[in-house]
């Protein structure tokens, strides 16, 4: 049994992954499967891909249909950060656009942590360890 992150976009998988890609080391795309002609969803989007953060494995897809609810805070990606500078980096990148739920500060149960939602509606949890 895995136990896999899947992401659905509603028409912007792509675009936040090549945006991950771009902010993590160790990061690929493993597989991307796009809408064809006649197929369910709108041609060149993102039918299934796999990818990678960091090593580890995330699934996204376009979906082919509208939705009537997208990313919730209540579920997010958890990044322990090995030094400050790589949780202000990413914290400033993942904000751009998005919307801060906690801001970049020290508090009593981290030296320094955020919560974030970015422009794609993910939400992302940075903490220093």
Known sequence: MKITTFL?????????????LSLFERSRIASIRRYGPGEAGKEG???????????EPLMCIDSPVAQPFTFTPAISLFVSCDDEGEVDRLFAALAEGGQIKMPLQEY??????????????????????
Do not use: C, K
């Open 8 to 20: 659905m976009f509603q028409g912007q998988a792509e675009a936040a992954m090549v945006f991950y």
């Open 45 to 55: 989007s993102v039918q299934v891909a796999i990818f990678e953060l960091n090593g």
């Open 108 to 129: 009593p149960f981290a030296r320094r942590f955020a919560w974030v939602q970015d422009r794609f509606g993910v939400s992302w949890q940075l903490n220093l360890r």
